[in-house]
């Protein structure tokens, strides 16, 4: 008997085929209001001006002195913590997993990286102040112990460096957890086929191990350049609204009484996410990218 | 003239002594297989050769040269390894190349040199291929070319087909012969599997709980195995027990049958010792020459192409005995009774 | 090759875990000075007694709590469809829970306030009941990511084609199902992502200010602007509370579904219905 549309069973798996879509319905719903929606208003909104008609002015107001200085500043502070957090955490990692050290030294230091990488945030704002703010506890110790004056060196808490060596807290855990497995991949028998055909450490390192690691490096700086550019809670706390960077500046367009041009706001919010999506985007691709490799 | 000589080698990881006293001597171009299970020691006397384990006590000399505290990458030693351990950021023609560039050697001369050798792997095709682009044979290959390359003295192969497919093990295996006999170099080859072993190496060496049981070429462990361990482990092999008649003449006896071995029996007159035989010496059928001919039911027939592998049971005996196919006769059914006849010269008294 | 010691990898992990441990000592110690000469726990009695302190923090626990439930219903029911039913559309659903983490907080309630303020078509920010609810949506928004990997990874461990299909067979429908076959399996993955989702809602700021809410966040960042020994002792409060929450967290990701976390005579209650309803 052919199989038409009246045929028993048939239609039921007709409709079920739809049935599927219906079930991640609420959650497209959810995701398309309160995440793409907004997102999307703000993007469109960069390109109106007040009236509603379409313009590209919002975004050449963001080559203006201050915002463009607010744009350099983030970029700079995220380009440096990123930098920081990367090497330190790459020697970090290499020194628990190929360092020759206790086995137990590696779960500790990941289960702590697990934890530290969430401290971010006011608290964090507020240990950084505790230990080498004005009064801190080792500020104060290396005055008294070895006569040693840190704010002499120019050093201060609330400045580019002093930002710098607080977002490192979180962005050297998240490192020490992203390039680990990267680490455990590098196959010892690489190591000793290299040596086998002459070659020495350092040389195994400069011609296999780090080209094999380098995408996950560079993905790795990526995803701390767009975590410390996004982050806006920590500097908060130690600097108020003092130190310019573009989500401060965000924050105190929308947080300020008068607004006076809502659309340049949006124009900033599209260049932070531009900027942070892009970050992201190379990432996953050069993750995927390694994957590929790793047969 | 020895080339390659580990003499009264040992090593042990803390209070666990793994290679218990290795000696062996290869010669230049021979090709040496170390055959045993897992964890017989055999991988960590040659990676001993090779620089990755220090001996806790022992030389190993090399063309005269003693090389037992010598770094890896100082001993100019090739080694293909078993996940084959080809460097996956470069190419195939990068990857052979290593050794070379290491050594300083100039591009035009590099150039020449890969190419040799992928001519001799026969893949100069994939030069540009990356590692995750080719089949499991083809990069074992490619491993081999890269450890050939710089012109070793001595190759370590360490089980390098056991993660390749059955028949590409069978044809890999020998063209690793063949290039090993053009180039003439001293070759140490472990594995576990004693078949690889049997059909391609000078001699072997067959090794158990870190001792060297027996070393000697494929017909002689095969056929005269020296211990229990290697007449099980090499080949299959039929065992029985049989009751001392006469020690000096050789004579035993099994189920009211009496027959000589080929040799004087350590034991008493009276005692029960144990024989073993090869199943290709147990023939089907009453066949004239031997004097051991035993009536026989077959239990179970194994069909395996050329070969047919018969399980039978006479008397209290189960035997393994393998006959050719011939197109023209088919195996037996089972169920069927048959005799089967044994040379009593070709009995091995295994243990007493 | 016998390796000597190695000191440079000692160095880079004493230099390290230096750098870890002594802001969290020097907090703590920190937070002992506030009288003069002597180490005391008064900075914590100023903290406790303030109303407003606890009045922060009941109603940041409670936006926590919400965010769990409702990002508990968003997500579950949709992980195990997906698995069950598209599993062809994964990637994009999975593509969908990532995109919270491109958009920093501060673009999203930005959206926020422009879409749903007093002149839209859903006007949540008019009264308090709804900005509540815009920031506990938020919450469930920045903490979505972390709830679907971590449902979907306990969903991948059990074999959930299995399970429903001898659900069905039993007579169940869909709802009872997930409500009461697939839940307490996936309780432990649950647990795990509700602890994420209090760790990144109990402390928040960005939202809770730009919002107007009266949550912990915003009291942190006023206590930090006025006083000196109270914010370091709010901070190791805040520490305390997210190591015990890891803690916990460790102890609920490895049990097993069905697993009690203390071992109780009576059999799991996952399995308990499905042996009633074959009765």
Redesign the interface.
């Known amino acids: 008997m052919p199989l038409t549309a009246k045929t028993p069973g048939v239609r039921a798996v007709r409709r079920s085929g739809l049935w599927n879509w219906l079930g991640v319905l609420p959650f497209l719903l959810f995701a398309a209001m309160f995440l793409v929606a907004p997102t999307l208003y703000l993007f469109i909104g960069a390109f109106q001006n007040t009236t509603g008609a379409f313009t590209l002015d919002n975004i050449f107001a963001l080559a203006g002195k201050d915002i463009a200085d607010a744009y350099s500043l983030s970029i700079r502070l995220s380009l440096v913590s990123a930098g920081l957090g990367a090497i330190t955490g790459l020697l970090l990692a290499c020194a628990i997993v190929l360092g020759g050290l206790p086995k137990w030294l590696r779960p500790a230091f990941l289960t702590f990286s697990g934890v530290a990488s969430n401290f971010a945030g006011i608290p964090l704002a507020f240990a950084f102040i505790a230990t080498i703010g004005p009064l801190g506890i080792v500020t104060v110790l290396l005055r008294n112990l070895l006569g040693f004056n840190l704010s002499s060196t120019g050093f201060n808490l609330f400045s580019f460096t002093g930002l710098a060596v607080t977002y490192l807290y979180f962005q050297l855990p998240l490192m020490v957890l992203i390039i680990t497995p990267a680490l455990d991949g590098l196959k010892k028998e690489w190591n000793e086929a290299a040596l086998i055909l002459g070659a020495t450490n350092m040389q195994y390192w400069r011609m296999v191990a780090l080209p094999v690691l380098a995408p996950t490096i560079l993905g790795c700086f990526l995803l701390l350049f767009a975590n410390a550019f996004g982050t806006l809670a920590t500097i908060y706390a130690l600097t108020s609204s003092r130190f310019s960077v573009v989500p401060i500046v965000l924050f105190q367009q929308i947080r300020g009484n008068v607004l006076y041009n809502p659309n340049l706001g949006y124009a900033l919010a599209l260049g932070m996410v531009v900027i942070t999506g892009l970050s992201n985007v190379i990432y996953l691709v050069l993750r995927a990218r390694t994957e590929k490799w790793q047969k | 003239m020895s080339f390659l000589s580990i003499s009264g080698v040992t090593k042990s990881f803390g209070a666990n002594m793994v290679v218990k006293g290795f000696d062996l001597s290869v010669d230049r171009g021979e090709f040496v297989s170390f055959l045993g299970p897992s964890g017989c020691g055999k991988t960590t006397v040659l990676r001993m050769v090779a620089g990755f384990e220090q001996p806790t006590s022992g030389r190993i000399v090399v063309d005269g040269k003693e090389i037992t505290h010598l770094a890896p990458n100082k001993r100019n030693i090739g080694m293909v390894f078993q996940a084959y351990a080809l460097f996956p950021n470069m190419t195939v023609f990068g990857n052979v190349a290593f050794g070379l560039k290491i050594a300083g050697m100039q591009k035009p001369d590099i150039e020449t040199r890969v190419t040799e050798m992928l001519k001799l792997i026969g893949l100069e095709q994939l030069a540009d291929r990356y590692p995750y682009q080719m089949s499991g044979g083809q990069q074992q290959r490619v491993a081999l070319a890269r450890a050939l390359a710089p012109k070793p003295q001595v190759l370590l192969l360490d089980e390098p087909l056991s993660a390749l497919d059955a028949k590409i093990r069978v044809s890999l295996r020998e063209e690793i012969r063949d290039i090993q006999k053009k180039l003439g170099i001293t070759t140490i080859f472990v594995t576990h599997d004693q078949e690889e072993a049997l059909s391609i190496s000078d001699r072997l060496v067959v090794m158990h709980a870190g001792v060297a049981d027996q070393i000697g070429t494929p017909f002689e462990v095969y056929n005269r195995p020296a211990t229990q361990f290697v007449a099980n482990f090499v080949g299959t092999l039929n065992t029985f027990p049989v009751t001392v008649e006469d020690p000096a003449g050789g004579r035993v006896s099994m189920n009211g049958i009496t027959f000589a071995l080929a040799e004087a029996i350590p034991a008493p007159r009276g005692a029960s010792i144990t024989l073993a035989v090869r199943p290709e010496s147990v023939q089907f059928g009453a066949v004239p020459g031997c004097d051991v001919v035993l009536p026989a039911t077959i239990e179970q027939v194994h069909f395996q192409g050329s070969v047919i592998r018969l399980r039978a049971k006479a008397g209290s005996l189960n035997l393994s005995l393998d006959t050719f196919n011939r197109p023209d006769s088919p195996p037996p059914a089972v169920g069927s009774t048959s005799p089967i006849s044994l040379s009593a010269k070709e009995l091995i008294i295994l243990s007493v | 090759?016998?390796?000597g010691f190695?000191l440079?990898?000692?160095i880079?992990?004493i230099i390290?875990a230096l750098?870890?441990l002594?802001?969290?000592?020097?907090?703590f110690?920190?937070?002992l000075q506030a009288l003069r000469g002597q180490l005391s726990f008064e900075a914590y009695n100023v903290v406790f007694a303030d109303p407003r302190f606890l009045s922060t923090v009941s109603f940041s626990i409670i936006a926590s709590a919400a965010a769990i439930v409702l990002g508990s219903i968003?997500?579950v029911?949709?992980a195990y469809?997906?698995r069950l039913?598209?599993p062809k559309?994964r990637p994009v659903?999975e593509f969908?829970t990532l995109?919270?983490?491109?958009?920093?907080?501060?673009?999203?309630?930005?959206?926020?306030?422009?879409?749903y303020g007093s002149n839209s078509m859903l006007p949540l920010l008019n009264d308090d009941l709804g900005t509540n609810l815009l920031l506990v949506?938020?919450y469930?928004?920045l903490s979505?990511p972390y709830m679907y990997r971590s449902i979907d990874n306990g969903l991948s461990v059990i074999d959930i084609a299995t399970l429903t299909e001898a659900a069905e067979i039993l007579g169940a429908s869909r709802l009872r199902t997930i409500w009461e076959v697939i839940f307490p399996n996936v309780r432990s993955a649950i647990v795990s992502g509700a602890f994420l989702t209090f760790?990144i809602s109990f402390?928040?700021?960005?939202l809770a200010?730009?919002l107007d809410r009266d949550a912990f966040?915003p009291y942190?960042?006023l206590i930090?602007?006025d006083l000196?020994y109270e914010?370091?002792a709010?901070?190791t409060m805040?520490?305390a509370l997210?190591?015990g929450m890891?803690i916990l967290m460790?102890l609920f990701a490895s049990r097993k579904p069905g697993q009690r976390l203390l071992s109780r005579k009576s059999p799991p209650t996952a399995i308990a219905p499905a042996q009633k309803a074959a009765a």
């Open positions: 090759m016998k390796k190695p440079v990898s000692t880079i992990v390290s750098f870890f002594v802001p969290l000592y020097a907090t110690q920190f937070s968003v997500v029911p949709t469809w997906v039913k598209l559309f659903i969908i995109l919270p983490l491109i958009v920093p907080p501060i673009v999203l309630v930005f959206g926020y306030i422009r879409l949506i938020g469930v928004v979505l760790s402390g928040e700021f960005v200010s730009l966040g942190l960042v930090g602007e000196a914010p370091a709010l901070a805040s520490f997210t190591w890891m460790q």
